[in-house]
Nanobody, 125 residues
Framework: RVRLVESGGGSAQAGGSLTLSCELTGSAYYSYCMGWFRQAPGKEREGVAVKNWGAHRTYYSDSVKGRFTISQENTKGTLYLQMTNLEPEDTAIYYC??????????????????WGQGTQVTVSS
């Protein structure tokens, strides 16, 4: 069955960088909309960025556009989120998510069948 395993969370100073990884296992057919969501304490989960596996089309939330980059490594079945110029407001648990099919324009509202366990990102000022 499909599993998503995140890694790479941790702590950083404001203005610093971190890279998250998400390995997809259990599927040999990569036709997914995959991406990252986050949930800060006391807040609802929000979309960060998604992309169609094997394609160039990407979507970002306004709050991270220009600072975060979503990418993939096909041979490893791994999705990445490069986070630069981090802000304290980026502090949250970050989750990798995937669903069959293509990412729609309203990617932040669709439901995703597969979720990782989450990884903590903490940014201090």
């Amino acid at each position: 069955r499909v599993r998503l395993v995140e890694s790479g969370g941790g702590s950083a100073q404001a203005g610093g960088s971190l890279t998250l990884s998400c390995e997809l296992t259990g599927s040999a057919y990569y036709s997914y909309c995959m991406g990252w969501f986050r949930q800060a304490p006391g807040k609802e989960r929000e979309g960060v960025a998604v992309k169609n596996w094997g394609a160039h089309r990407t979507y970002y939330s306004d709050s991270v556009k220009g600072r975060f980059t979503i990418s993939q490594e096909n041979t490893k079945g791994t999705l990445y989120l490069q986070m630069t110029n981090l802000e304290p407001e980026d502090t949250a648990i970050y989750y990798c998510a995937a669903d069959e099919g293509f990412c729609p324009p309203a990617w932040y509202r669709k439901s995703y069948n597969y979720w990782g366990q989450g990884t903590q990102v903490t940014v201090s000022s």
